[in-house]
């Protein structure tokens, strides 16, 4: 086995090749300081806008180059996943103009079999979980003589990776810390390798959701270990077993793993959308959850660079994080309280909520709540409102009109 050390240098090698093949078929993705984020965070926020790489997300550069090195020896390309990968490998494998079969688990979005087929993929739908999947990628590599691309831990894919921080390192002259999502550690690998070959006294710290902390259980074991997962945001983090490679790699190069929660992740989403303008999916928003929630220590004063590595957010998804995001914003509140079961009252309750420009959303009128008074109903209303400050006028508003209301956090 080679050293970590060697392994390191020869994937640094590669991915000057990288470069030279990524930048004919990739966008060059903006970088760009955030007064905003700056002023949040007190650092010097700088975003690498990979959301808006060809096909959503920086996948393409590992895929790229990976199909790239082994286009003149097989016939075909295959990968399994259900997420960026796919689209990744499908761009590349139509680039070079070689067929690609990319085998989804049955429970895959529609939206996602349908981005990956108009790639011009085939997919294959089978398995209910991903190593079913893999499992049934690799029988179809041996059957057809195809190659099989996987999704991080090959030092081709790290190689492409690789390409992003060579980027960053270009356009941004000075910075002090880069933080970086960790699903299988691909990314985090490659961008560490080109940045620390180059500016070994930048810091590199890892974001992984706190229901997915694979890499912060295997470095604590000494090694690969693969986690219990729960669901997460993130869904492009969620890979339960750091790569053999991306292990060793991370170990070397990354200082610091930090675990972000699922409100974290959501309430970057919904502020990169709202102050930025900025389309992330959970995994791209991790970086910028990171620094907001203050878990990446030391950045006050420092430029920190957050990698956006991807905006391909499920829409229904996108709807929970903004409602989520809007009433921890206080812009959306769920009032409750017990009003007489008489007639008119819901429409007191209703003409004092509207008179502070609040928009009625949603009104559960309930009689069978056991906790409320004799002759007495429970009330649910969900209200846009202004601000946190005006839902505490309405409340004041409705006690004085005699009704008991508080404001409940529905999430
Ligand atoms: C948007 C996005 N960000 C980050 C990652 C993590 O990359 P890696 O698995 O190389 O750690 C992924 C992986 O699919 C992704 O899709």
Redesign the pocket.
Known sequence: MTSTRELIDDIYERSLEARKIVQRYAHRTPVDISATFSRMSGATVYLKY?NLQKTG???IR?ALYKVYKVKDRARGVVAASA???AQGVAFAAKSFGLPAVIVMPVSASISKVEATKSYGAEVVLYGTIYDEAEAKAREIARERGYAFIP??DDPDIIAG?ATLGHEILEDIEDFDIVVV?????????GASIAIKKNRPGVKIVGVEPANVPKFTLSLKAGHPVKVKAQSTIAD??A?KRPGEL?FRIVRELVDEIVTVTEDELAQAIYLLLERGKVLA?G??A?SLAAILSGKVRGVQGKKVVALI??G?IDLTMLNRVLIRGLSFSGRIATLFGYVPDKPGMLARVAAIIGSHRANILEVLHDRSDVHAPPWHTALRVIVEVPSREETKKILEDLRREGFEFRAINSF
């Open positions: 990979e997300s920086f996948k590992g997420g960026n990968h999704a991080f990776q999502p960790l699903g299988g550690g691909g990314l985090a690998s492009g983090l890979v991306t999916e995994a791209g991790a590595s991807g391909n």
